[in-house]
C-alpha cells in the first residue's frame, strides 16, 4: 500500500472523527432538548408568570433612582439568573438590572414594540416581552431573561462525556498510528540515510536491491538516480574545464597574432635605413590599427566576465524613448558613407524606457559593426525602433516578416537589417556562442573581430529584460531583433 495512500485514509479517518463527534453531539443535545423543552417551557413559564405580578406594577415605570426600583422589585433585584429591563411607555429606559449605572436611554418605541408577548427559547435564557397597562392605558414594557440553568446544566454533563470518549478514542487511534509508522517506515530510512552517509564519505555509488513499491521506495530510486547525476555533473565539470582551457588557447592565439605584427613593424620602424617614408606611414597606420583591435578584445573581455557573473548589475535610468532612440541612431551615417554602404534609420519609439545608455550604445555599435562586416559595397543597412502596436516597416526581408511578427510578442521591438551573404541556419543558432567567428567567406578581408560582440549585445539585452535573435533571408542578407520593457504609467513596473 503507497504510503500516500495510507497517510490520506488516516487523515480522512482524523477529519471525519471530529464531525462525527459533532454530530452524535448533536444528535445528544437535540435529543436532550425535545425531551427539556416541553419541561422548561411549563417551569420556566410557570416561573415567568411570578415574576410578572411583580412587575405589573405601573409605578416602577416613573423615571426614579435604581434603588427605588430595587426596594420595589425586592429579591428579584438580586437574582443572579435574573436579567429585568423596565421601559416607560415612550421607549426611556428606567431600569436595566445589569447596568449598574442606572443610565437613561431612549430606544426606538417600533422596535421595542417588535415579538410583544412571544417566548424565545435560546441555548442560554428564555425571553418575553410585555406591555404594563393602566386604566387601558399603556405605562411601560418590561423584558426578562431568564437563565436555563438545568438545560446548561445538562449540555455541559454531555459535552464533558463526548470529549472523554472522544479523547480516549485519538489517543488509541494516535498510538496506533506511531506504531504502525515505526514499523513499516523505520527500517526502509535507516537504510536510506546510511546509503547517503556512504555516498557523501566515500562518493562510492549506493544501490538498494529490495525497495517497496512505496514512496520510501520512490526516494531510493531517486537517490539512486542523484548520485548518477552528481557523477555526470563532475563529468560535465571536467568537460567545461577543457573548453575553457581550449577558449584560453584560442585567446591566446588571437591576442598572440596581432602581437607578433606590432613586433614586427615595430622592429621594422627602428631601421632607419631600410624604410622610405611612405613604407613608415603605412606601418605606423598598421600598429595603431593593431593595437585598437588589442584594445577593443580586452575591453570586450572585460565586459564579458562581467556579464557573465551574477553579482554585476548595470545602473539603469528612466529615458524618454523617442529622444534615447535618436541619440542612439547618430553617429553612423559618415561612417558608413565612407565604406559607400546605404544607411536608413527610422525611429517610431514612444513612453518611457529604463536604460542604461553606455551599454546600449554598445550594443548598436557591436550590431552596427557585424553588419558592416558583412555587407557589400553599395549594400544597405536599416536601423529602425517601433513601438509596442506600431507595424513592422516594409523594408524588412518579405519571408521573414511572419516570423519577426509572432517572434515580436507587440513588445516593443530595434531592428538591424543588413544586405549581404545568408546565414545558414547552423550558424544562426551560433552567432551568439562567444568567440564564435562565423563563416570567413562571408567577412571582409583584414576584418578583425573578437567574436564576443553579439554574445555581449544579447546578454546586455537581458539585463535590460528583453530578448534578441536573428534571421537570414535566402540570397538577401540578415535581421537582428531585439524586443525591449516599456515602464507603465505609475507603478514604475516594466510591461
Known amino acids: 500500500m503507497k504510503i500516500r495512500t495510507w497517510l490520506m485514509a488516516t487523515y480522512l ?24 423543552s416541553l419541561l422548561d417551557s411549563f417551569e420556566l413559564t410557570s416561573e415567568i408568570q411570578t415574576i410578572e405580578e411583580q412587575l405589573d406594577d405601573a409605578s416602577l415605570y416613573k423615571v426614579q433612582s435604581r434603588e427605588d426600583i430595587e426596594d420595589q422589585l425586592g429579591s428579584l ?37 417588535k415579538n410583544l408577548y412571544q417566548y424565545d427559547f435560546s441555548y442560554q435564557t428564555v425571553s418575553v416581552k410585555k406591555p404594563v397597562f393602566q386604566n387601558e392605558t399603556m405605562r411601560g414594557i418590561y423584558e426578562i431573561q431568564l437563565k436555563r440553568t438545568d438545560w446548561i446544566e445538562g449540555v455541559e454533563k454531555r459535552r464533558l462525556w ?17 506504531w504502525l509508522l515505526h514499523k513499516r517506515f523505520n527500517h526502509p530510512l535507516k537504510q536510506l540515510m546510511t546509503g547517503m552517509e556512504e555516498f557523501a564519505s566515500t562518493h562510492q555509488t549506493t544501490f538498494f536491491p529490495q525497495k ?25 565539470t571536467k568537460k567545461a574545464q577543457l573548453e575553457k582551457q581550449t577558449m584560453i588557447a584560442s585567446l591566446s592565439h588571437d591576442i598572440r597574432t596581432p602581437l607578433t605584427s606590432v613586433r614586427a613593424y615595430a622592429e621594422a620602424l627602428t631601421d632607419e635605413t631600410s624604410l622610405n617614408q611612405e613604407e613608415r606611414q603605412h606601418y605606423g597606420r598598421t600598429l595603431i590599427a593593431k593595437t585598437h583591435y588589442l584594445q577593443d578584445m580586452i575591453e570586450d573581455l572585460t565586459t564579458f566576465a562581467q556579464l557573465q557573473s551574477a553579482g554585476y548589475h548595470f545602473e539603469r535610468s528612466p529615458v524618454d524613448g523617442m529622444e534615447f532612440i535618436e541619440m542612439l541612431f547618430e553617429g553612423y551615417e559618415e561612417q558608413l558613407d565612407q565604406q559607400s554602404i546605404q544607411f536608413h534609420k527610422e525611429n517610431q519609439f514612444g513612453g518611457t524606457y ?19 562586416r558583412y555587407t557589400p559595397p553599395e549594400g544597405s543597412i536599416w536601423i529602425g525602433a517601433y ?43 551560433k552567432i551568439f556562442t562567444p568567440f564564435y ?45 531585439m524586443t525591449l520593457s516599456k515602464i507603465t504609467e505609475g507603478d514604475g513596473n516594466h510591461e
Not at 529604463?354 to 558592416?372: E, P, S
Request: charged share 25%; hydrophobic share 40%.
Open 77 to 113: 433585584s438580586s437574582r443572579e439568573d435574573l436579567k429585568i429591563h423596565l421601559y416607560r411607555s415612550d421607549g426611556l429606559y428606567v431600569y436595566r438590572s445589569d447596568d449598574p449605572d442606572h443610565m437613561l436611554l431612549l430606544q426606538d418605541k417600533s422596535q421595542l414594540l
Open 212 to 236: 517497496k513499491q512505496d514512496e520510501i521506495g520512490d526516494l531510493m530510486k531517486h537517490f539512486e538516480r542523484m548520485q548518477i547525476d552528481i557523477e555526470d555533473a563532475q563529468e560535465k
Open 162 to 178: 463526548v470529549l472523554i470518549t472522544l479523547g480516549i478514542f485519538f489517543l488509541t487511534l494516535y498510538s496506533f498510528v506511531i
Open 387 to 429: 513601438d509596442a502596436f506600431t507595424p513592422l516597416p516594409d523594408w524588412i526581408f518579405e519571408e521573414l516578416q511572419d516570423d519577426l511578427h509572432s517572434w515580436r510578442e507587440e513588445k516593443p521591438i530595434l531592428l538591424v537589417q543588413n544586405e549581404g551573404a545568408t546565414i545558414q541556419d547552423d550558424q544562426l543558432e
Open 437 to 481: 567567428q562565423g563563416d570567413p567567406a562571408r567577412s571582409k578581408q583584414d576584418d578583425m573581430n573578437s567574436g564576443l560582440g553579439l554574445s555581449i549585445a544579447k546578454m546586455i539585452i537581458e539585463r535590460h529584460e528583453g530578448r534578441m535573435s536573428a534571421w537570414s533571408a535566402n540570397g538577401k542578407g540578415t535581421v537582428f531583433a
Open 13 to 36: 479517518a482524523v477529519m471525519i472523527l471530529p464531525l462525527a463527534a459533532a454530530y452524535g453531539f448533536y444528535l445528544l443535545l437535540t435529543q436532550w432538548d425535545g425531551q427539556q
Open 354 to 372: 529604463c536604460m542604461n545608455d553606455r551599454q546600449m550604445v554598445r550594443v548598436m555599435d557591436n550590431l552596427i559593426h557585424n553588419a558592416v
